[in-house]
C-alpha cells in the first residue's frame, strides 16, 4: 500500500512540475535576460520597397556567392564552379574549379576567387591567372574584395583581415592586437573604397566597422537587437555590400536584407517578409543600388531585385 501510495505521489509531483513548465512558457513568464535582444516576436513589420523580379536556378552546383562586374556581367560561384552570365542572365561560361568558392569579386579585367584557403584571380573569359595562398593554418577564407591597388580577404577561422598588395604580396594583418575581431560563425565580410578605407563586418558585435589599411578602428555603425537598423542574433551582418547610396547588408536568423545610408542608418527593406531559410543568408551584390543580386545557398537560386513601380 505505501509502495503505491509513494508511486501516486511522485507521479502527482512529475505531473504538476510539467503543468509548470507548460504555463510558465506559455506565458513567457521564464527569466531569460541574456537573451531579450534576440526576441523576434516585437520586430516590427513594415512595408517593402522592392519586388524579386526574376529568378535563376544555378544548375552548375550548389550556390555560394555572385558578383557583378561594371559592364554588367553576373558572376556566380559555388561548389565547385564558376560561372558567367550576361546582363540578361544568359550563361556565357562556366569552369570547374575543383574547390568550393566562398566569395567572388570583381574589379578591372580581374575576377577574385576565395576558396577555403587560397585566392585564386580569373580573366574575364575564365581562364585562372594566378593562386595565392596558402596563408596560414586553420583558414577558412569567407570574403575577397579590391580596388585599384589592393586585395584585401577576410578568414573566420583566424578572425583575421589580410591586406595584399596586388601581386599578392603581404601589405598588413589586421586583428592581432587592438581590436580584435568576434567572429562566432563562419560569417565574416569586409569590403575596401577608393581611398583604401576598409568596412568589416565584425559579426560578433553586430557591427560594420571603418579601419585604415593599417587595421587602425576609425569607426562603426550597428547594434544588437531587432529593430529594422540593428542586427539581430550571435552573427550579422552576414553579408553587405556597398552602394553609392550607402550599404546593403543580408542577416541571419532573421533573414531579411535591407538597404542603409552612408551613416548606417535604416533606409528600407528589400526583403523581410519573405520564406527563406532563418539560418542560410543570401549573398549580395549590386553595381549601383538599383539592381540588387542575392545568391541563396538553400535552393541555388540567384534572385535579382527591383525597386517597386
Not at 505505501?2 to 510558465?24: C, E, R
Not at 506565458?27 to 520586430?43: F, H, Y
Not at 553579408?239 to 536568423?253: D, L, R, S
Request: aromatic share 10%; proline share 5%.
Amino acid at each position: 500500500m505505501n509502495k503505491k501510495f509513494l508511486a501516486f505521489f511522485s507521479l502527482l509531483i512529475i505531473l504538476v512540475f510539467i503543468g509548470y513548465i507548460i504555463y510558465d512558457t506559455a506565458t513567457g513568464k521564464s527569466e531569460m535576460p541574456d537573451r531579450v535582444e534576440d526576441k523576434t516576436s516585437d520586430v516590427p513589420v513594415l512595408p517593402e520597397h522592392w519586388t524579386q523580379s526574376r529568378e535563376l536556378l544555378c544548375n552548375d552546383g550548389d550556390l555560394t556567392s555572385v558578383t557583378v562586374s561594371d559592364n554588367g556581367s553576373v558572376y556566380l560561384g559555388g561548389d565547385a564552379f564558376l560561372s558567367c552570365y550576361d546582363e540578361n542572365l544568359s550563361k556565357k561560361w562556366t569552369i570547374n574549379t575543383g574547390e568550393r568558392i566562398n566569395s567572388l569579386s570583381v574589379y578591372g579585367d580581374t575576377i577574385f576567387g576565395a576558396t577555403t584557403d587560397l585566392i585564386r584571380l580569373y580573366s574575364p573569359e575564365g581562364k585562372m591567372i594566378d593562386e595565392w595562398g596558402p596563408f596560414g593554418d586553420n583558414g577558412i577564407i569567407t570574403s575577397v574584395t579590391s580596388n585599384k591597388s589592393m586585395v584585401v580577404f577576410a578568414d573566420a577561422g583566424n578572425r583575421l583581415v589580410f591586406v595584399l598588395a596586388k601581386d599578392g604580396r603581404m601589405k598588413s594583418m589586421i586583428g592581432q592586437s587592438g581590436e580584435k575581431f568576434v567572429i562566432p560563425s563562419p560569417y565574416f565580410d569586409v569590403a575596401i573604397n577608393n581611398d583604401n578605407t576598409l568596412y568589416i563586418a565584425n559579426t560578433g558585435h553586430r557591427r560594420i566597422e571603418t579601419r585604415s589599411s593599417e587595421g587602425v578602428l576609425t569607426g562603426y555603425f550597428g547594434s544588437p537587437g531587432t529593430a529594422p537598423g540593428a542586427f539581430c542574433g550571435c552573427c550579422n551582418p552576414a553579408h553587405f555590400v556597398m552602394i553609392p547610396q550607402g550599404y546593403i547588408t543580408a542577416e541571419k536568423g532573421l533573414n531579411r536584407i535591407k538597404i542603409l545610408d552612408q551613416k548606417g542608418e535604416f533606409v528600407e527593406w528589400v526583403s523581410a517578409n519573405n520564406d527563406f531559410m532563418a539560418s542560410i543568408p543570401l549573398d549580395i551584390a549590386s553595381p549601383d543600388g538599383k539592381t540588387i543580386y542575392a545568391a541563396n545557398p538553400a535552393d541555388s537560386k540567384l534572385i535579382v531585385f527591383k525597386r517597386k513601380n
